[in-house]
């Protein structure tokens, strides 16, 4: 196995995708802030308060996450040079997995909880599509 072809793109990709994911967050936070005293520390204290969050704000949320995963896959297919999408499918399955501890780890409505844990591996194979290498053919 090579570093530079799978191990690397594989780590800097999620690396960058749970960066930019928590960058989303930050910025939805902005716009739709936790109810006063709400202490996001406090797993309880998090609960409510995200109770009291609009849909848009959840909706944003996943519009986040399907673009942070995009972005990774697209990311960590380029490290790859273009050539597997191995790293893209392991990026996916990782935030995937980032996604499912956080709808466990915290209560969510159900609907986005459902499409959250669908969304991260589409859109990264999807960023591997993007930036590919296009094998051509040398067939007429």
Known sequence: MQFTKYV?????????????????EMWIETLYPLAPGTDKYDVDSLA?????????AFVLLIVNYMVCSFLAGLVSTLIANRS????????????????????????????????NLLVYLP????????????????EQ
């Open 84 to 115: 597997s999408s191995r790293p893209a499918f392991v990026i996916g399955i990782v935030l995937t997995l980032a996604g499912l501890y956080n709808v466990l780890y915290l209560p969510h409505p159900l609907w986005f909880s459902i499409v």
């Open 123 to 138: 859109f990264a194979w999807l960023g591997y599509l993007v930036v590919r290498r296009k094998t051509v053919s040398t």
């Open 48 to 56: 409510k308060g995200m109770k009291t969050m609009p849909d848009k």
């Open 8 to 24: 690397l793109p594989v780590v800097v990709g999620a690396m960058s995708g749970m960066i930019l994911i928590t960058l989303g």
